[in-house]
């Protein structure tokens, strides 16, 4: 190769690294740009939650005491209209804390170390004990492993899968069983039900956000199935479920083992 042509290769290199370097540059700027709207974003959603939040508590603490110091003064109107706030306040309230959780997986301060299920489902069982006492469900479980994950995420996703199979059970006894198993570097965990089951035809539906197979008849909001998904999915994970009508249904979800 001669001078000139040797010249020529050197000079398209540089040229080459340079629009590189400029690339580079540009990528981190857009980068730099996306935290920042990522945190001013993440601080507007809490400032808003917590607002919300004493709103709703002065709406709920303020029709209970005007229930209570109106007792035996209010007509039956009135009083269905105090329940119909007290109920819409109890509702966003949840609505509320389940929009900050699906939010807030995955974000900053969260992260994975070895996390002793059993643990993460007796905490998980104190959530739900209301609503297991209220039902008088049986929830029973084997002996469950520790693994690589974030202790109150996984809280989250057993209390939800719990407090689903309880609420649309459908029966007076509901029962709940929480299982493991291994699975190569994973271990399957599983939360089956005794419940009517979901037909195949809709279960690709139930990890949706804001998704609801059934009406009013049943409380929620359709977030606690996405939280699931979004939180096993932030352990480099997945969950699925497997039902037939009639035959009660299984929630799957695999966790790294902390092996």
């Not at 607002?51 to 005007?66: E, G, I, P, T, W």
């Not at 706030?85 to 966003?92: E, L, N, R, T």
């Not at 459908?170 to 929480?178: A, C, E, L």
């Not at 990890?207 to 009013?216: A, D, E, P």
């Amino acid at each position: 190769m001669g001078s000139s042509d040797q010249n020529r290769a050197e000079d398209a290199i540089e040229r080459l690294r340079k629009a590189l370097d400029a690339e580079t540059q540009a990528c981190l700027d857009v980068q730099r740009k996306l935290d920042r709207a990522n945190a001013e974003f993440e601080e507007f959603v809490s400032m808003a939650a917590h607002n919300l939040r004493q709103s709703l508590r002065d709406v709920a603490s303020f029709s209970q005491l005007m229930a209570e110091t109106n007792a035996g003064r209010l007509d039956s109107d009135a009083g269905v209209f105090l329940d119909r706030i007290q109920d819409g306040a109890a509702s966003m309230q949840s609505l509320l804390a389940d929009v900050v959780d699906y939010w807030a997986t995955g974000t900053d301060g969260q992260q994975s170390s070895p996390t002793d299920m059993e643990a993460v489902l007796h905490q998980a069982l104190l959530s739900a004990d209301k609503q297991i006492t209220e039902t008088s469900a049986v929830v029973t479980h084997d002996p469950l492993p520790t693994v690589c994950g974030d202790f109150e995420i996984l809280a989250k996703v057993l209390h939800h899968l719990i407090r689903n199979a309880i609420e649309y059970c459908g029966t007076p006894s509901p029962r709940v069983h929480i299982s493991a198993r291994r699975a190569g570097v994973d271990w399957v965990f599983s939360v089956e039900d005794n419940g009517p089951g979901i037909d195949p035809a809709f279960q690709s539906r139930v990890f949706g956000v804001f998704k609801r197979l059934h009406g009013k008849e049943h409380p929620g909001n359709g977030l606690g199935l996405a939280f699931c998904k979004k939180a096993i999915e932030w352990h480099g994970r997945r969950i699925w479920m497997e039902s037939l009508p009639g035959a009660g249904s299984t929630f799957y979800f695999t966790l790294p083992s902390a092996d």
